[in-house]
DNA sequence: ATCATATAGTTTCCTAGGAAACTCAACATG
DNA sequence: CATGTTGAGTTTCCTAGGAAACTATATGAT
């Protein structure tokens, strides 16, 4: 006879993880079909507006390994969405940025991700959502969660 | 100069994913000091304590598609936390249960994920996880959310 | 100046999951 | 009872990321 243990469904973290996938996936299918994957939006995301930046800061910012890095990049070169330059002060290092349509593209992808936003959460009231925002923020702050971790 | 654009952190499934993401290291790494997966341990839990399920249940319960059922149960097997065991009633189809080492081991594993609940949410009152529950529960009934959904 | 060490980026190997083709058993229907 | 169809499980191929080895450049110590 087995003793009885706490329910998953119980634990906060499951259900996190629950609504997370969830809302991820419903934005990786709606980015799917403009041909972007999630770690590919928040790449470009980060870039855009902003000077190219080195590999290495892009790995510590959206908490992937720099191996991870150097590929999501290839593929987005061969999109023609990014430029690898070499950097004029680092004989090492790199600098990656934005092509011009990417500039041109980003916008449309972050509609994506507003309407993706709204559709999930259009059941909480205002007052609902920026307690969840709270709750999570200072969740984030408190675990000293710095980068997006894509995965 | 492009348009400026809301910030990611102005999403609450981009906090939401950053939470999720952390709280989902933070337990898998518990679980691989006892040599298991995040993945192993949601089939372990969901056949504990219950009759043998056939693959394809598990696959619907889980998130994840047959086909990946069937490696994970491989790995398991190897691991010796897993039987396969053929239907009596119907020849395509199989039945998994837990081992009896297993059962003994699942119980260890709730362990670290009420510890691994507990130092994640420990920053927010009681009162405030009843809140986050309820948003969360709330949000996984309005947008139909079934399975775990492992990854 | 030389050499050890650290850092940037790449590459290789491994893991794990999804999609879809495939095998075999069950079942319906004529 | 043959036959077409569905369903269970497996397998193959593909993608994507992590760990760690590897290359090349920079930096610091003597």
Redesign the pocket.
């Known amino acids: 006879m087995p003793q009885p243990l706490p329910e998953l469904t119980d634990h906060l973290g499951y259900r996190i993880r629950q609504v997370s996938n969830h809302v991820s996936h419903a934005f990786a299918r709606k980015l799917a079909a403009r041909g972007v ?4 939006w928040a790449l470009l995301r980060m870039l855009y507006g902003q000077p190219p930046l ?4 892009l ?1 510590t910012r959206m ?13 987005l070169i061969g999109k023609g969405l990014l430029l ?1 330059a070499p ?1 004029a ?8 940025g934005l092509t011009e349509s990417a500039t041109a593209f980003v916008p449309e992808l972050a509609g994506l991700a507003d309407r993706n936003e709204a559709e999930c959460f259009a059941h909480l009231s205002p007052a609902e959502r920026e307690t969840l925002r709270d709750l999570l923020e200072r969740t984030v702050a408190r675990l000293g969660i710095t980068g997006v ?3």
């Open positions: 994957t999630v770690a590919e080195p590999p290495s800061q790995a908490g992937m390994t720099r191996g991870a890095i150097t590929r999501l990049a290839d593929r690898r950097s002060a680092d004989g090492r290092a790199q600098t990656l971790a894509v995965e």
